[in-house]
């Protein structure tokens, strides 16, 4: 729950501004980006995301350190990343 | 020095122990809390404690948001689950914290709906697609996971869905701070500020620490590398003589937070008069509960909540472990009675808990140190 977790923005849904579809480690799902409204989001930036919300915009070199961070951490991002998967944000 | 190969910058590791070690006064001990949970993971996987000089003594503060949710209140959350025609839902973490009698997933076992969720949204899917049950989301967490169940209301509310509730258990970060600088048994030097609840609320907010308390504040980033060099910008500090609020994970984290997160749950939620934290006690102004504007996705106030409220087990000694003033391993029942699988306290439930993060790393190093010094 507390694990901001990076994703690459590949779509941004024209339908829904406030929603994005998002790879996160190999997973692609709907991400809500209502709180980075201001940051003008596009295909290939990185968010870091924390319960299905995008919280706030990073460079690529920072998702790659978080992810390596993330993939340190073992169960708990295993779990975090089976939730998300798992998760049908609409 | 443990897990140094897994350095990826072990040299500039090195490099800062060996400058944190230089600005170290001799005879005077150090104390700095981290006060995020995943701070605390970071130390006890990486082993950071064994970087530092021994005059300088981490201790980790009530920053796991799971832990610091008193019994009563999953009580609470049982007593609205059982209702007919409930479904009750909130985070994986939420799942093995003991109540007074059981947790939600021995609830789940007895009768009640209960569902883990990954996003306050996939509990409002749940209500779209159940219209005849009432879908509660358990709300909890710090300023990191305010922001989305204010969001997940407002988009309730844009859909006119009315078979969906929270149950607010959102804690804030700055009152457990000043409560634990307001404590007497401790006596600290600085804080190691939290990274993901500074992404919300920004750095301001920190600034009475460093005015009003003369403690220097440094907000942290999560890798090992973050937090050593966090270490070295307090020790600077109070080398200068300074007490200020700085910002080593400026790479994330914005100076004035995020101001569009920060409106959505003044929008809707407001503070609490008091609320207890398992361990601290009550903290006044320390929680969020929903507006009247939003009372009709408030549970508190659509259900009857027992609301007793329920004091620790004896033998857990959480509290002392959240105030920094145990050691996890100090605790009578840690890694007895109380372990990862079977949790007495909630510091041993969630994985970010003070004590589930030592029992699952950290207990290695002990017991070398205990060879090491047994000749």
């Given at each position: 729950m507390c694990l901001g977790i990076p994703g690459e923005i590949v779509e941004i849904l024209h339908d829904r501004v406030d929603l994005a579809m998002v790879n996160v480690s190999g997973v692609r799902r709907a991400i809500n980006i209502g709180l980075l409204e201001d940051e003008k989001l596009e295909p290939g930036d990185w968010i870091l995301i924390h319960v299905g919300f995008a919280l706030s915009k990073i460079d690529e070199a920072e998702a790659k350190d978080a992810l390596d961070f993330l993939e340190g951490i073992g169960q708990a991002y295993a779990d975090e990343l089976k939730a998300l998967a798992e998760s049908q944000i609409e | 020095m443990r897990y140094v190969d897994e350095y990826r910058d072990a040299e500039k590791a090195q490099a800062l122990a060996a400058q944190i070690a230089a600005l170290c006064e001799p005879g005077r001990q150090y104390k700095f809390m981290e006060v995020c949970g995943g701070h605390t993971h970071t130390i006890y996987k990486h082993g950071i404690e064994d970087y530092l000089p021994e005059s300088i003594t981490l201790i980790h503060g009530p920053g796991c948001p799971v832990c610091v949710i008193p019994m009563g209140r999953v009580d609470d959350a049982i007593a609205i689950a059982e209702q007919p025609d409930v479904i009750m839902t909130s985070f994986?973490?939420?799942?093995?914290?003991?109540?007074?009698?059981?947790?939600f997933f021995d609830s789940k076992a007895i009768n009640a709906d209960m569902r883990m969720v990954y996003s306050p949204l996939d509990s409002l899917k749940i209500a779209r697609t159940n219209p005849d049950k009432h879908v509660v989301f358990m709300a909890i967490g710090f300023e990191t996971t305010a922001p989305s169940t204010a969001m997940t209301m407002i988009r309730a509310s844009a859909e006119g869905i009315d078979n969906f509730s929270v149950f607010c258990n959102h804690v804030t970060i700055i009152p457990a701070m000043k409560a634990i600088l307001e404590s007497p048994d401790l006596r600290l030097d600085g804080f190691i500020g939290p990274g993901h609840v500074s992404t919300v609320i920004g750095c301001q907010p920190y600034e009475f620490v460093a005015a009003e308390y003369n403690k220097p504040v440094v907000v942290a980033g999560f890798e090992p590398l973050d937090i050593l060099q966090s270490i070295y910008m307090l020790m600077v500090q109070i080398a200068d003589g300074r007490c200020e609020v700085e910002n080593q994970y400026s790479r994330v984290v914005p100076w004035d937070g995020n101001i569009k997160a920060l409106q959505v749950i003044a929008e809707t939620m407001e503070l609490r008069p008091y609320f207890e934290w398992r361990g601290l006690g009550f903290i006044s102004h320390s929680a969020l509960r929903v507006r009247e504007e939003y009372a009709r996705y408030d549970a508190e106030r659509i259900f009857a909540v027992p609301g007793v409220r329920v004091a620790d087990?004896?033998?857990?000694q959480c509290g002392e472990v959240l105030k920094g003033v145990l050691k996890p391993w100090e605790c009578k029942v840690f890694g007895t009675a109380c372990t990862p699988e079977t949790p007495i306290g909630t510091c041993m439930v969630s994985p970010e808990g003070a004590c589930a993060a030592y029992y699952n790393f950290g207990r290695f190093t002990r017991e070398r140190v205990k060879e090491a010094t047994r000749t």
């Open positions: - | 994986g973490d939420m799942m093995r914290v003991p109540g007074s009698t059981k947790s087990p004896k033998a857990c």
